[in-house]
């Protein structure tokens, strides 16, 4: 995604006064958590590992605050 796109997405999401973020991984392309993409030659596709943990951790993380609990 183009820096433009970024920036007018933090801004669309700062005017409508919401509760967002959002997570560069520096270096990754696209579909860096699938690992059959490995094997491809598609530029500006391919799995990184140490990424898609990091994706991985992330998402565990924020689930908590996005699903109720309950018992």
Known sequence: MPAGQRDAFAAEMQAAG???R???YGGALHAFHH???GQTVLPGVGYHPWHAQRAWQ???ALLPEC?????
């Open 58 to 60: 992330d998402i565990v």
């Open 18 to 20: 919401v509760d967002w």
């Open 67 to 71: 699903l109720p609990v309950t018992e």
């Open 22 to 24: 959002l997570v560069v």
């Open 35 to 37: 690992p059959p993409v």
